[in-house]
């Protein structure tokens, strides 16, 4: 019922940017927040930025000042603006969006997009 497709990821050196853009389809009327998550070789997945439909956000608190999070509702998509990349940024970034349905509450997710940062 939601479909969340990622793109703009790819190769960047050190101290480059990149924007990631997240678009929604489907029921998107049910979605309130979408979030930026990320996912590292070897680590767990941990939460990079989150934003509601009413321009709310939060961040990861090693990363204030770094990335930041925008929507516009209008086209349905959420970006994640990447600067001042570092190594330790390297993972694949997914987007994601829990949703009501009647079993209760489901999470969405992308099919994520690969971030390298070289040194």
């Known amino acids: 019922q939601v479909q969340l497709v990622e793109s703009g990821g790819g190769l960047v050196q050190a101290g480059g940017s990149l924007r990631l853009s997240c678009a929604a389809s489907?029921?998107?009327?049910?979605?309130?927040?979408i979030g930026w998550y990320r996912q590292a070789p070897g680590k767990q997945r941990e939460l990079v930025a989150n934003?509601?439909?009413?321009?709310?956000?939060n961040y990861a608190e090693s990363l204030k000042g770094r990335f930041t999070i925008s929507r516009d509702n209008a086209k349905n998509t959420v970006y994640l603006q990447m600067n001042s990349l570092k190594p330790e940024d390297t993972a694949v970034y997914y987007c994601?969006?829990?949703?009501?349905?009647?079993?209760?509450?489901?999470?969405?997710w992308g099919q994520g997009t690969q971030v390298t940062v070289s040194s």
């Open positions: 489907g029921s998107t009327f049910s979605i309130n927040v």
């Open positions: 934003i509601s439909s009413g321009g709310s956000t």
């Open positions: 994601h969006a829990p949703v009501d349905s009647p079993w209760g509450p489901y999470d969405y």
